[in-house]
């Protein structure tokens, strides 16, 4: 198991295609929580994307419980404009995963609550909201690889993954 980035119910196909170019490049998986505000078949998510979709190890969750019950909760590290500690600072590990909020309300308020010594955030400028969720992921995702000394990611698992999109319809917990 690699690095994988989980995003909580994207909104903007762009930044998900990008993030899903970004997990292609570092051969990192790509969880998505639904609902997300776009279609898969979305051309502006597809565009992000570029041709390297065959590449994407991208897993599709029908909703929080369907992930967490993929996903030990001891992997996850999440990153929020409302975390208490610097990114700089998290623990990764070469499984950790990644987790985002959606660009419109962020991290959701009962994870933030339940998770808040392993919530994380970007410094950035008072006169700044929050960055891009695209941005964030690449800063963090990259910082999580510097860390653990990976000078090249997909050499670490031996190559490009195959696509494989897949459907959980698990109610864990």
Known sequence: MGLSIALIEPQIPPNTGSIARLCAATDATLHLIQPLGFSLDDPRFK???????????????????????????????YFS???????LD?????????????ETQGMPARILEKHAD????????????SLNLATAAGIV??????????????????????TSV?????DGT
């Open 47 to 77: 565009r992000a994307g570029l041709d390297y979709w065959d590449a994407v190890d991208m897993w599709v969750h029908p909703h929080w419980r369907a992930f967490r019950g993929a996903v030990s909760r001891d992997r996850c590290l």
């Open 81 to 87: 404009t409302h975390g208490t500690h610097s990114y």
């Open 90 to 102: 998290a623990p990764y590990a070469f499984n950790s995963v990644l987790v985002f909020g959606n």
């Open 118 to 129: 392993q919530t994380f955030r970007i410094p950035m400028s008072e006169a700044v909201r």
């Open 141 to 162: 995702l990259y910082e999580a690889v510097r860390q653990l000394g990976i000078r090249e990611p997909w050499a670490q698992v031996g190559g490009r993954m195959e």
């Open 166 to 170: 897949n459907t959980s319809d698990e």
